[in-house]
């Protein structure tokens, strides 16, 4: 079963060439993974830094909810005391969470498999 882990960027921080979101709506709309979710897709762990000044916890929590309403297994973590960058790289135990997340969906229905 493929896993998802990614960063999240529901709205594009800086403008397409050619123009912003609304001169370019169609391509804002390719860009954009909350209009990608599908019933179908794959489990998500998301981790997102309180004080991300580039991406806003409102998509992070958005882009969660969209996914929950899918019926797509997903789990946030916000974490207060970082930004965009040190989220990503001192993700402090976000890493942690996605790994226990991750084993704990790989392992629905396959506990007979020696990873679980």
Not at 26 to 41: E, N, Q
Request: aromatic residues 10%; proline residues 7%.
């Amino acid at each position: 079963m493929p896993f998802l882990i990614l960063t999240i960027v529901l709205r594009l921080p800086t403008p397409f060439p050619g123009g912003d979101c609304d001169d370019q709506s169609d391509w804002y709309a390719k860009a954009s993974s909350v209009l990608h979710i599908s019933p179908d897709d794959p489990p998500v762990s998301l981790y997102h830094g309180k004080l991300d000044l580039l991406v806003s916890r409102e998509q992070a929590a958005e882009y969660y909810e969209t996914l929950i309403s899918y019926g797509v297994d997903a789990e946030l973590y916000l974490h207060g005391g970082r930004g965009h960058t040190n989220m990503f790289l001192l993700g402090s135990d976000a890493e942690d969470k996605a790994i226990a997340f991750l084993n704990r969906t790989a392992c629905e229905g396959e506990l007979d498999t020696p990873r679980c």
